[in-house]
C-alpha cells in the first residue's frame, strides 16, 4: 500500500513540475510580448522545448539496460548531449551580453567545460568495463543532475528574465547628451535659440565590475512604488499614465510613444484640451504672424486648382489646422474667384476636440438642416459658404475627388525615434522611471523593431553623411502619412504642400520641447510643454517617389522664396497704402518674420521683442500628381 501512494507521489511530482514551469514560461512570454521582446519569446519557447524533449530522452535511456550496446542507446545518449548542450549555449548566448567581458567569456569557459565533461560521461565512461549495477547507478545519477540542474536554472531564469534586462540599464553610467535648440522664441515662429537645459543619458557598461552586481541584484533596480501608499503625489495624471506604462511593461518605452503620449493622449495630451497658440500660448506659427501668410497659400492652391483643370469638386485638406486661422485668410483671400469657392469641400483633420471649436468659430461655422432627412446636418463656413467637415485621420477623408492638402507644421509634431551610436551600434534610445521616480533617458539593451525604419533611412543616405552621425532620428508615422498621401494624389488627382521647419537630409538630434516660448527639459513636467522636431524632407521625398510611380515631388526650397514667387512683395506694398502707422508696423514686423533671416534690422523696440525671421529656416515641398505639371513656385 505504502509503495502504490509512493509511486503515485513520484508519477504526480513530475506533473505539478511541468504546470508551475509551463505558468512561468506564459508569464515570461507574454511580458516579452508586450516588451517587443521577440528574441526572448522565441528563445523561451525553445528551451521550454528542449527541456520537455531532453526529460523524454533521459526517461526512455533509464529504461534501456545499463550495459546495453545498440543503435537505440547511441541515438539517445548523442539526444541527451545534443539537447543539454545546445539549452545551456542559449542561455549563454542569451544572457552574456548583460555581463561584462570578463564575465561572459567566463561564462562560456565553464559552458564548453561541462558539456566536454558530460560527452565524456555519456561516450566514453559509460563504455568502460563496470559492473553492470555501478555503472548503471553511475549512469542514472549523472542523468537525473543534469536534468535538475537544467530545471532549477530554467524556472530561475525565467522568472528573472524581464529583470536581467531592465537591470543592464539601471546600473550604467550617465553620459551628458546636450538637445539642440532650434525652435522658435517668443519673438517669433520657431526661430533659432539657445540651448535647452542638458538631459541626462545613461548608456550600458561594459566594465567589469558591473558583472557581480547585475547577477546578484533581483529587481531593486525597478521603478515600484508602494501598493497602497497614502502619502500625496505631486505627479499629474499624464505622469502617472507614463510611469503605469514603463512599470507594467517591465521596462522603459521609446522616445516616440512618450512624445506621442505627451502630445495626444485623449485625456491629458497637449494639444487635447487647450488653445497652444499665439503669444498667450507657447508657440506661434506663420499664420498668426500674419494674414498675408494664409493668403499666400490660397494663391498657390487656386493655382494648383487651375492646373487641374478646374474641377468642379475638390477635396481641400488640411493636417493639424491649428486655430483654423490659415484656412480662414486662405478663404478670404480668394472669395472673389466664385468658381474655385464653389468647388471647395474642406476637411480639418484634428484629434483636439478644442481646437476643433476654436476652428469651428473662426471659420465663422454653422450647422444646416440638409435637404436629404436621412443625411445629419451639415456646417458651413459662412466668409464663403463652403461646406467644412472634420476628421480624425486623413485616411477618414472621403476619396474619389481630386484633392489638394496642405501640412503646415504638422510633420514636425509626428513622434520620432531616436538611435545612438555606442559601442555596438546603433541602439534606441528609451525613456525611463529613475530611482527617485523621475523619467531619464536610456539606452535599449538590445535591437528594437524601430530599428528597421532607421535601416531603411540609412539606405537612402550615403555612407560618408553617416559615418559623421552620432546620433539619428527616424520617424516612421511621417513615412506611412507620405505613403497615404502619395497613393491618395495618385489614384484620385491634385498635389500636397508641406511647409515645416527642417533639414534636406538626415536628422541627428533635434527634439526640443517650448513652453510659454522658452525652451524647457523634454522630460520635465510632460504634457506642460510642446515636442517637435526637425523634419526629414529627404525622407519625405524618398517615401513618396517609393509610393506611386504616378507622383513627383518639387523642392525644398525655402519659404522666402516660396512667398517671394507668390508675389508677396506686392501684397504687403498693397496693404501699406491704406493702412495706420501701427498697422504698418505690425506689417513689416509680419513680413520680416514671414521672408526674412535673422533679426529685422529695421527694429527701434526693446532688444528682447526683436523680430526674427524665418523665411530660411522653413522649407517648403511640394508632391503633385505628374498629370499636373509643375506647380507654381517650383518651376
Known sequence: ML????????????????????????STIYKAYVHDDYVMVAFIIYVYIGLFMLDRCLTA?????PRESSPKKTFLKFAIWFLTSSILFGFVCEFAPLFSVVGAVALFAIVVVGCSGLFYVYFFLDDKPASEESSGKKMEFVSDQVCKALTNMMRKLLLQASALRRLSTAHSLPSLLTSSSRRCSSSSSKTTSPQPPITSLEHLDDGPSQATSKISIDRSALYNPPEHSHEHS????????LKGIIKFRGGPISVAEYMEEVLTNPKAGFYINRDVFGTEGDFITSPEVSQMFGEMIGVWVMCLWEQMGQPSKVNLVELGPGRGTLMADLLRGTSKFKNFIESLQIHMVECSPTLQKLQHKNLKCVDEDSHNGNVDKRTISMLTGTPVSWHAALEQVPSGLPTIIIAHEFYDALP???????????????????E????????SPQSTPAKLYLMERCKWA????????????????AIELTHTIAKRISSDGGGALVIDYGLDGIVSDSLQAIRKHKFVNILDN???????????????????????????????????????????????EALLKNCTDEQAESLRTGYWRLVGEGEAPFWEGPDDQVPIGMGTRYLVMAIVNKKQGIPVSFQ
Open 3 to 26: 509503495s502504490n501512494q509512493r509511486g503515485s507521489m513520484e508519477d504526480l511530482m513530475p506533473c505539478i513540475s511541468y504546470c508551475f514551469l509551463t505558468t512561468n514560461c506564459m
Open 61 to 65: 535511456f533509464h529504461h534501456l539496460p
Open 234 to 241: 505631486s505627479d499629474s495624471e499624464l505622469v502617472k499614465h
Open 416 to 434: 520620432v525615434h531616436q538611435f545612438q551610436r555606442a559601442s555596438r551600434g546603433w541602439c534606441e534610445k528609451m525613456i525611463d522611471v529613475a
Open 436 to 443: 527617485d521616480s523621475s523619467f531619464r533617458f536610456v539606452l
Open 462 to 477: 550615403g555612407a560618408e553623411e553617416i559615418a559623421k552621425l552620432d546620433q539619428i532620428e527616424v520617424c516612421p508615422k
Open 526 to 572: 510632460p504634457g506642460s510643454a510642446d515636442l517637435s522636431a526637425y523634419v526629414d524632407f529627404a525622407s519625405i521625398r524618398h517615401s513618396a517617389e517609393e509610393a506611386s510611380d504616378d507622383v513627383i515631388v518639387h523642392g525644398p526650397i525655402t519659404q522666402s522664396q516660396f512667398l517671394g514667387s507668390l508675389g508677396i512683395n506686392f501684397r504687403v
